[in-house]
């Protein structure tokens, strides 16, 4: 007798979110929470008197629906940090197939000034942005250029009464003929001069871009939201060497490589270059080793192999020499032999010989006369 299998249950979409959301069970939903963040205006219209906004994270970019009534909405301003009382509901989205979290406002506790600008988050962001791009390896791309000897190009944007380029070309040294800088002169205090000296200099194809300046006031210049941004827009290296070591500025934070002062810069493409070349020669000199290890070994192996074949033709040089001299012994038993069987010829009588042709003539004249009759 068969055994009829339980009927399998089958559910809709919905009714899954639904078992889930029935499922999930919080706590802090059962009680009133407090809650603290930025508030984000949604849509204008109401519905049933509420509005649907948001609640956002003073230092990340979590955030969380709000249900707050028109009275307290009402008193609330956009972009400012709050504190709400409420309680959490849960709400099914059939279409996205996810439970979306909401807070259900019951009273404004505190609005201040927020923690964090919006200029703020987007300096967080774009740092964030930096990071997950990964800095170019400026080193690296100068000792590559160094051992390859490819010539490359070095912008430096300095302030147009600056004279740090006397400092950074006396810190090359022995190594200024190699490096192809050239240096621009720019207002440092203006931001879209810098933003659009850096853009042109770019499109001209230079490989490393810098942004040089001593030590001095209006240091909050190099803050600038719109500067870093266009930094992170570059296709070369771009570098920094701002004489300011107790702060460090965004356009710091966002470069590739960063010097603490001009000088430092100066100090590092000497180093640089001097680096690579030892090691590029100590390099050089283990390969040389090398080679000629591995040449001597080779001449060797040759050597060998000639030694083995040079005592191949010897033996077949000596067999054919005992070959030659068996040759030579034969035709020696033959001519022996060939000079006794003339001798004996010559011991025979002569007329035998005189018998034997007159035969042999006698012969022919007969046959010709009998033919001719």
Excluded: C
Excluded at 204 to 218: N, P
Excluded at 219 to 230: H, I, R, S, T, W
Excluded at 345 to 367: C, D, E, M
Aim: aromatic content about 8%; glycine content about 6%.
């Amino acid at each position: 007798m068969e055994t009829e299998s339980p009927a399998t249950l089958i559910y809709s979409p919905s009714a899954v979110l639904n078992l889930f959301n029935n499922s999930i069970n919080v706590s802090q939903s059962k009680r009133m929470i407090r809650l603290k963040g930025v508030f984000l205006q949604g849509r204008s219209s109401a519905y049933n008197g509420y509005y649907y906004d948001t609640l956002r994270d003073e230092s990340s970019d979590a955030q969380l629906t709000l249900i707050i009534p028109a009275l307290i909405r009402n008193i609330v301003q956009p972009n400012k940090t709050i504190t709400v009382n409420g309680f959490i509901t849960k709400r099914v989205i059939n279409s996205s197939g996810s439970i979306q979290i909401q807070l259900t406002v019951t009273e404004l506790v505190e609005q201040t000034q927020n923690k964090y600008s919006e200029e703020d988050l987007a300096k967080i962001s774009l740092l964030q942005a930096k990071a997950a791009s990964g800095f170019k390896d400026v080193q690296g791309f100068i000792k590559a250029k160094i051992v390859n000897e490819e010539p490359f190009k070095i912008a430096v944007i300095i302030g147009k009464s600056g004279i740090i380029d006397n400092d950074i070309k006396h810190q090359l040294k022995e190594s200024i003929g190699f490096y192809d800088l050239e240096f621009f002169r720019v207002s440092l205090t203006n931001e879209r001069e810098l933003a659009a000296e850096m853009q042109r200099l770019d499109d001209l194809g230079f490989d490393i871009i810098v942004v040089s300046r001593g030590g001095g006031e209006q240091m909050e210049f190099f803050n600038k939201l719109a500067l870093a941004e266009k930094s992170s827009t570059l296709h070369a290296l771009f570098v920094t060497a701002i004489g300011h070591k107790d702060d460090v500025s965004l356009l710091q934070q966002v470069a590739d490589k960063a010097f603490i002062t001009p000088t430092a810069f100066g100090q590092f493409l000497n180093e640089t270059y001097n680096h690579t070349i030892e090691e590029a020669a100590h390099s050089k000199a283990k390969l040389i080793e090398s080679v000629k290890t591995q040449l001597a070994a080779g001449y060797q192996k040759q050597i060998n192999n000639l030694n083995e074949q040079l005592k191949g033709v010897e033996q077949l040089k000596a067999g054919a020499e005992q070959l030659q001299n068996e040759k030579l012994v034969l035709l020696n038993e033959q001519i022996l032999a060939y000079q006794a069987q003339v001798s004996t010829l010559n011991r025979k009588p002569a007329v035998n010989w005189v018998y034997i042709i007159t035969a042999i003539l006698t012969g022919l004249v007969i046959g010709y006369l009998l033919k001719g009759h």
